[in-house]
T-cell receptor, first 118, second 111 residues
Framework: GAVVSQHPSRVICKSGTSVKIECRSL??????MFWYRQFPKKSLMLMAT?????????EQGVEKDKFLINHASLTLSTLTVTSAHPEDSSFYIC??????????????FGQGTRLTVV | GDSVTQMEGPVTLSEEAFLTINCTYT??????LFWYVQYPGEGLQLLLK?????DKGSNKGFEATYRKETTSFHLEKGSVQVSDSAVYFC??????????FGSGTKLNVKP
């Protein structure tokens, strides 16, 4: 199957700093990428959907100025957590969907990024 | 709105026991249904999927059948192994655009 690579897998940062997480589709073009947040022992919550070259669409309750999403190319989307605070500590997972035909019937997930803000 | 409900865990079984994790959904139209598995500290891996009613998805001994009449997609395996211990998520994908995930069910398999 298609591969989505997420980097870094773990990051620890100081409160007040910003952290960037990358999500790359390695062997297909991802017209749409999704960013999820997973709280401990909870399900995944969709944060935002981004289409290549367009502004991301954020879910209700997600601060777009805090969680900056850029989808500048068909293989790369980034999530930047700005002015991070301990409550932003979480597991973030990206997902990428190819754009055409039967490939649209599946999205592929990255391995996730564990963010710890101290 | 669309939603997925799956049985709460944890589910604890002995090796070689039969597994069922229930999943029901509410959706308009004809969504695709998925089971994902998450091992500790890792992301989601697709376990199996079904894209239309009466389809059966299967992989690694796991099976699930898309039942439109009961709006269900229960996950089953005839003989679980210790290596199957993980969290399992049922999900529906509406219009190839948005996933709705269940709350996840943790499976513990004891030797």
């Amino acid at each position: 199957g298609a591969v989505v690579s997420q980097h870094p897998s773990r990051v620890i940062c100081k409160s007040g700093t910003s952290v960037k997480i990358e999500c790359r589709s390695l062997d297909f073009q991802a017209t749409t990428m999704f960013w999820y947040r997973q709280f401990p022992k909870k399900s995944l919550m969709l944060m935002a959907t981004s289409n290549e070259g367009s502004k991301a669409t954020y879910e209700q309750g997600v601060e777009k100025d805090k969680f900056l999403i850029n989808h500048a190319s068909l293989t790369l989307s980034t999530l930047t957590v700005t002015s991070a605070h301990p409550e932003d500590s979480s597991f973030y997972i990206c997902s990428a969907r190819a754009g055409q035909g039967g490939s649209r019937t599946e999205a592929f997930f990255g391995q996730g990024t564990r963010l710890t803000v101290v | 709105g669309d939603s997925v409900t799956q049985m709460e865990g944890p589910v604890t079984l002995s090796e070689e026991a039969f597994l069922t994790i229930n999943c029901t959904y509410t959706a308009t139209g004809y969504p695709s249904l998925f089971w994902y598995v998450q091992y500790p500290g890792e992301g989601l891996q697709l376990l199996l999927k079904a894209t239309k009613a009466d389809d059966k998805g299967s992989n690694k001994g796991f099976e699930a059948t898309y039942r439109k009449e009961t709006t269900s997609f229960h996950l089953e395996k005839g003989s679980v192994q210790v290596s199957d211990s993980a969290v399992y998520f049922c999900a529906l994908w509406q219009n190839f655009n948005k996933f709705y995930f269940g709350s996840g069910t943790k499976l513990n398999v004891k030797p």
